[in-house]
């Protein structure tokens, strides 16, 4: 599955967020079926209508979300990676998230002390940025003495990581993040190997106070131009407000998002915000057992697909019988859709398709 970690500096609210993203799944059970894997892991199921919809018209006796899991990554400070340097656990938890969930404050209340004693997010985030930047330049150097021998030897993979590094080093130490790096096609594996922290998608989480829940202030503005400008994306929060709908039930929670002015829980636009930067699509598989929602990467092949959900399904694929979602729903079913010609046979070169409704037929 696809991971996100929350990072930011102390005191912005991350823990809010994260507590209450995790109760609000916990407390919607049916529809937002969550587990705590660890305290600060929560398994979250990425809540799509579409599923419920397929369900209801197949008659499937259960829905099985697709989920994402979020890391509470705490700890972060100024000056972290200098002196004792940033935990060995830390930086492993950062380096193993698809991307980083930033938490930023945007919100005022003098009860509620800054580090810095300033409401500045763009400033804050740089802060956590820099301390990242000066993480991947120590391990950068590290790494660096670690394949001497090999590049020596003429290793052809050392040499290809140690250009990569080098181009990393010099971008880092313009202060500028590794994600600034131009990187070739053939260099994209081996680029993305290096795990550097740097390089992984920034979605920025503007934490405002309650009454700018809907429309966001002129600080989570800020932090959206600041975003827009790195190629990242934001989104906007109210974790108090997350926080109360984290102790209603289904039908509450959304009586009391429409009094906000709010379409749709925070989590839900965090998940949305999350797809998109990470380019993730849905899938489902539709049966009278159950519904289920797959993810996968845009652009996947049917048999990659097909991979996500068992490794014998993509070594020995035949072909997907493949019904778009709209298909599926307007005509009414598998068989109702399969009559009217709307079943495709699709092959091996076949790219799926958000919201694919999918049979995969393989060999054993
Ligand atoms: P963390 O250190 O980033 O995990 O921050 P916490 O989640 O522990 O929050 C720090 C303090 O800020 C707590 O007292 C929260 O109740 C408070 N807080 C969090 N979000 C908001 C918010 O949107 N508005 C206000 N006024 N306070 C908040």
Redesign the pocket.
């Known amino acids: 599955g696809f991971k996100m970690g929350i990072v ?12 209450a993203l995790t109760r609000t799944a916990a407390a919607q059970a049916a529809n937002f079926p969550f587990c705590t894997i660890e305290p600060n892991v929560g398994d979250v199921a990425v809540p799509d209508p579409r599923l419920d919809k397929l369900a209801t018209i197949a008659g499937s006796n259960q829905t099985i979300p697709t989920r994402m899991t979020f890391v ?1 990554i ?1 700890g972060l400070v100024k000056g972290a990676s200098k002196g004792e340097g940033l935990g060995n656990q830390f930086l492993a938890n950062i380096r193993e998230v698809d991307a980083i969930a930033h ?1 930023v ?5 003098d ?2 002390t800054h580090v810095e004693n300033r409401i500045d997010p763009v400033a804050d985030a740089e802060t956590i940025e820099t301390e990242l930047m000066l993480a991947d330049i120590e391990s950068i150097e590290k790494r660096l003495v670690n394949i001497t021998r090999k590049v020596r030897g003429g290793d052809k993979e050392a040499v290809q990581q140690e250009r990569l590094l080098r181009a990393a080093l010099a971008v880092l130490e313009d202060g500028k993040p590794a994600r600034t790096v131009q990187v070739d096609d053939e260099d994209r594996r081996a680029w993305k190997m290096l795990q550097l922290l740097t390089t992984k998608p920034v979605l920025y989480v503007c ?4 009454s700018d829940a809907a429309e966001g202030n002129a600080l989570s503005a800020k932090v959206g131009e600041m975003a827009a400008a790195e190629g990242n994306s934001h989104v906007v929060i ?4 997350e ?1 109360e709908i984290s102790q209603l039930d289904a039908e509450e929670a959304e009586m009391f998002l429409t009094e906000m002015g709010l379409d749709e829980a925070g989590l839900s636009r965090l998940i949305k915000a999350g797809y998109e930067l990470l380019h993730l699509e849905t899938y489902f598989t539709v049966g009278p057992k159950e519904a289920r929602a797959w993810t996968i990467r845009a652009g996947t092949t049917a048999p990659k697909a097909a991979g996500v959900i068992h490794g014998d399904f993509e070594r020995g694929f035949i072909r997907a019988e493949t019904i778009s979602y709209d298909d599926f729903v307007t005509l009414g079913g598998e068989q109702a859709a399969k009559e009217a010609g709307k079943m495709r046979a699709e092959g091996k070169a076949y790219i799926v398709k958000d919201g694919d409704v999918l049979h995969f037929l393989f060999n054993t």
């Open positions: 930011g500096l102390p005191n912005v609210g991350k823990s809010t967020l994260f507590n509470d705490a938490v404050r945007c919100f005022e209340d009860d509620v934490n405002v106070g309650e109210s974790a108090q407000i926080e």
